[in-house]
């Protein structure tokens, strides 16, 4: 099974930016395509980035195309997503997985961990 542990979320104003990572332990991480999501409230969650097994090659939802960028060290066993540019519509809770497709749909391999809080005051 595997544990993940996201972190870095926090208050930022519109125009800044964070950069979020997320731990995983208890399988081969390098084995697996990881992808962020989000939820806001009252909203469905939704999947915002995902990054190939190897690196390389990503995919973003439109929403955040240009801004955001995900990447993975696979030596620490990390994935991260620097966020720039956020508005307050990126307010959600992110949350990190893996996904055995390269898709932005929402089937993921593992138990969803606690996530990390991202609000953006306008």
């Known amino acids: 099974q595997v544990q993940l542990v996201e972190s870095g979320g926090g208050l930022v104003q519109a125009g800044g930016s964070l950069r979020l990572s997320c731990a995983a332990s208890?399988?081969?991480?390098?084995?697996?395509?990881m992808a962020w999501f989000r939820q806001a409230p009252g909203k469905e969650r939704e999947c915002v980035a995902i990054i190939r097994w190897s690196a390389g090659t990503t995919e973003y939802a439109d929403s955040v195309k240009g801004r955001f960028t995900v990447s993975r060290d696979n030596a620490k066993n990390t994935v991260y997503l620097q966020m720039n540019s956020l508005k307050p519509e990126d307010t959600a809770v992110y949350y990190c997985?893996?996904?055995?497709?390269?898709?932005?749909?929402?089937?993921?391999?593992?138990?969803w961990g606690q996530g990390t809080q991202v609000t953006v005051s306008s």
């Open positions: 997985n893996g996904k055995r497709v390269l898709t932005l749909g929402l089937g993921v391999l593992w138990p």
């Open positions: 208890g399988r081969t991480f390098s084995n697996y395509n």
